[in-house]
């Protein structure tokens, strides 16, 4: 998630935060604050992706929601967190590949 947040912060320029328990999951987060900002009462979607970034999302949420992946397949799990965060510049020297 933290390459996720840096990613979306310095390359797109729009600060992001996640909620597994709000529909669309993923809102605006301009101040930094790791909430959603609200607007009207309402959490603001977050919608000024870049393919990296939405197929980051995609693999965060996805590995969020399905948490018997590690069990069931770790190494794919694993190496879905290591591509997505070396497909976001990302240091990943400190990480094995499966």
């Known amino acids: 998630m933290l390459q996720i947040k840096a990613y979306a912060t310095k390359t797109v320029g729009t600060g992001i935060a996640y909620d597994s328990n709000t529909y669309p999951y993923w809102f605006v987060d301009a101040d930094g604050d790791d909430k959603a900002d609200v607007v009207d009462g309402k959490k603001v979607s977050y ?29 794919y799990a694993l190496q879905i967190q290591i591509d997505t965060i070396e ?5 990943i020297s400190k990480y094995t590949r499966p």
């Open 47 to 75: 919608t000024t992706w870049t393919p990296r970034l939405l197929k980051a999302a995609y693999n965060f949420n996805f590995l969020r929601k399905i948490p018997g992946s590690f069990v069931h397949n770790p190494k």
């Open 87 to 91: 497909d976001l510049g990302g240091d």
